[in-house]
C-alpha cells in the first residue's frame, strides 16, 4: 500500500545534492512532501535544531520518525513510504 498519511516533510537548502536527491525521489515514486526552505524562513533550521538537536539538512520528518540525511537512510525511508 502506498504512503497515504500527511505529507512527507523535508528541510531543505537550495544548493544541497542529497536535499534536490531526496525531493526527486519522493516525487518519482508520487510521494506528497512539502519542501521547508531553510534558506527561505529562520524559523526552519530553528525546527530542525528542535526535531534532531543539528542543524543538518535534509531532515526529512515522516509521520512521527525524524530522519537527518537522505541517502544514508533511503533504506529506512523506503519502508516508511513504499509497500
Known sequence: ??????PVKIYTIPTCSDCNY????????????????CEEDPKYPQEVWNLTGKQIVPTLVI???VFVGFAENLTEISKQIIA
Open 22 to 37: 531526496a525531493k526527486r525521489y519522493l516525487k518519482e515514486h508520487g510521494i506528497p512532501y512539502t519542501d521547508l526552505n
Open 1 to 6: 500500500m502506498p504512503y497515504m498519511m500527511n
Open 63 to 65: 509521520d512521527d520518525k
